[in-house]
Every structure is written in structure tokens, then in C-alpha cells.
């Protein structure tokens, strides 16, 4: 998303890139960006905290290497590496694949 481009992002704030991010998120797929943006704030339980995001990344990180993953882009569904997930999907593509796996 071009939100992430140095040309736009390079002189806004870490709160400006969040509000920008959760109303992106909101566009694209209906979520409540007040709630993304409740995920993203600092949770001052000591002054390195980081938010509630920070916080899983570094688990599903420290999960994908144990487990052997080292490159992006790879998708486990379910805890299972599903290889056929390209990086490169288009919305519809995701629909049709979580679809049929609500599906089973």
C-alpha cells in the first residue's frame, strides 16, 4: 500500500502512521479502525512495552522459528504450512481459499 512509501510516510508521526494504517484497514476491509487503533496503544506497562500487535508479532516470529520458517511469504493455517498461498493473491483469491476451508 503506498501508506508505507517513504515519499508519504518519511515526515508523519508513529500515531499519524497508525491512524492512517487503522483507517486503511477500515477501507479495505470493514473493520473498526478505533479498534485497530486500541490494538496499536502503547501499553505503558513499562517504558519499552510496545502495543498488543508488537506483542503477537514476536510470538508468531518466535513460533515460525522454532517450526523452521525463515522467508516470508509463508501462511500456516490451522499450524499447517499451506504452500499453494502466494503472496501475490488478489482479494478474491483469499475469499475462494478461506471459503472452502470454513467450508470443511
Partial sequence: ?????????????RTDMYKALAQAAADAS????????????????????GNAVGQLVKWYVKFGRKNGIHVTPTVLV???EEGCISSG???????EYLDGKLAA
Fill in 1 to 13: 500500500h503506498e501508506l508505507v512509501f517513504d515519499q508519504v510516510s518519511y515526515d508523519k508521526t
Fill in 30 to 49: 470493514g473493520v473498526d479502525a478505533n479498534a485497530v487503533l486500541e490494538k496499536v496503544k502503547f501499553l505503558g506497562t513499562s517504558p519499552n512495552a
Fill in 89 to 95: 493473491w488478489t482479494k478474491e483469491q483469499w475469499v
Fill in 78 to 80: 490451522n499450524g499447517i
